[in-house]
């Protein structure tokens, strides 16, 4: 079992910058892909980025490229996701997910979720 909680949302003007941090608890979290994905409301849950176990890979969608940077500490047991020059479109609720052994791929891809973060971005 993998538990994951996320944190660093909020509010923040367009052109801003905001950390998210997701806590992982679980003996083999380290084995697991990570990807961070994002749903707004009356949209579909989409990929924003992703990294494997070891950190050696990382994947972004086309519409973060640039912006967004994915990294991990397997010893902290932690995933980040540093967002910046962020644009009212990025606002959404943020969830962290956790697959074993996955590198990339959709939602259906991974085992474990977080309750999310809200993103708001005013323009």
């Known amino acids: 079992q993998v538990q994951l909680v996320e944190s660093g949302g909020g509010l923040v003007q367009a052109g801003g910058s905001l950390r998210l941090s997701c806590a992982a608890s679980g003996r083999t979290w380290s084995a697991y892909g990570m990807g961070w994905f994002r749903q707004a409301p009356g949209k579909e849950r989409e990929s924003v980025a992703s990294?494997?176990?070891?950190?050696?890979?990382?994947y972004y969608a086309d519409s973060v490229k640039g912006r967004f940077t994915i990294s991990r500490d397997n010893a902290k047991n932690t995933v980040y996701l540093q967002m910046n020059s962020l644009k009212p479109e990025d606002t959404a609720v943020y969830y962290c997910?956790?697959?074993?052994?996955?590198?990339?791929?959709?939602?259906?891809?991974?085992?474990?979720w977080g309750q999310g973060t809200q993103v708001t971005v005013s323009a």
């Open positions: 990294i494997s176990w070891s950190g050696g890979s990382t």
């Open positions: 997910a956790a697959g074993r052994m996955v590198v990339t791929g959709p939602a259906s891809s991974y085992d474990y």
